[in-house]
């Protein structure tokens, strides 16, 4: 079954409102998860690493003010698209790797979000 | 940082036929590497890995061999199946943790 689970799976939205995606690893704790972007037939795009008890960490070219993340717990981890606009539709994924960052090899990914701005 | 460079698709293929999809990365250290695959609406599932030279990762009838040499990682399977029309991704990991992926590859395998 699965390890992280993120919801919704889909979401229209109007424009200019904020839509907050959730990322829950189930039967581990995740002190980091990460949040990727996949545009339609490109690859998956890391956006930013988030980190519990911390600020985010942003990849260059990532506006952190339109991208909010919260990790306030070590199982929970949000994504906050605020002001939305047509172009952030897109496909949003989280991943936590299971055994803490530095440790395992497995990353584990949610079922993802798709985000649609009307 | 790492690098990931994936054969381009789209890849169609007939039920039974032999897939090969390349993959090779590049690094400044040794990474681990990886395989995703992506069905149809839902996010990615892990489908084999290998986190040192010559090492063989395999999973559902898929393999794929570790190459230094050739800093390579090519996914192969012998005889595919409808169920195998996905979106392949190749990916490497460093030290720092972040997965870096190749741009996807779409395979479809028509009966």
């Known amino acids: 079954g699965a390890v992280v689970s993120q919801h919704p799976s889909r979401v229209i939205c109007k424009s200019g409102t904020s839509v907050k995606i959730e990322c829950r690893s189930l039967?581990?704790?995740?002190?980091?998860m990460f949040w990727y972007r996949q545009f339609p037939k490109q690859s998956l795009m890391l956006m930013a690493t988030s980190n519990e008890g911390s600020k985010a960490t942003y990849e260059q070219g990532v506006e952190k003010d339109k991208f909010l993340i919260n990790h306030a717990s070590l199982t929970l981890s949000t994504l906050t698209v605020t002001s939305a606009h047509p172009e952030d539709s897109s496909f949003y994924i989280c991943?936590?790797?299971?055994?803490?960052?530095?440790?395992?090899?497995?990353?584990?990914f949610g079922q993802g979000t798709r985000l649609t701005v009307v | 940082g790492d690098s990931v460079t994936q054969m381009e698709g789209p890849v169609t293929l007939s039920e039974e036929a032999f897939l090969t999809i390349n993959c090779t990365y590049t690094a400044t250290g040794y990474p681990s590497l990886f395989w995703y695959v992506q069905y149809p609406g839902e996010g990615l599932q892990l489908l084999l890995k290998?986190?040192?030279?010559?090492d063989k990762g395999s999973n559902k009838g898929f393999e794929a061999t570790y190459r230094k040499e050739t800093t390579s990682f090519h996914l192969e399977k012998g005889s595919v199946q409808v169920s195998d029309s996905a979106v392949y991704f190749c990916a490497a990991r460093s030290n720092d943790y972040k997965l870096s992926f190749g741009a996807g590859t779409t395979v479809t395998v028509r009966a």
């Open positions: 290998a986190t040192k030279a010559d």
């Open positions: 991943s936590a790797p299971r055994g803490g960052a530095f440790k395992g090899p497995e990353a584990f």
């Open positions: 039967d581990f704790q995740a002190t980091t």
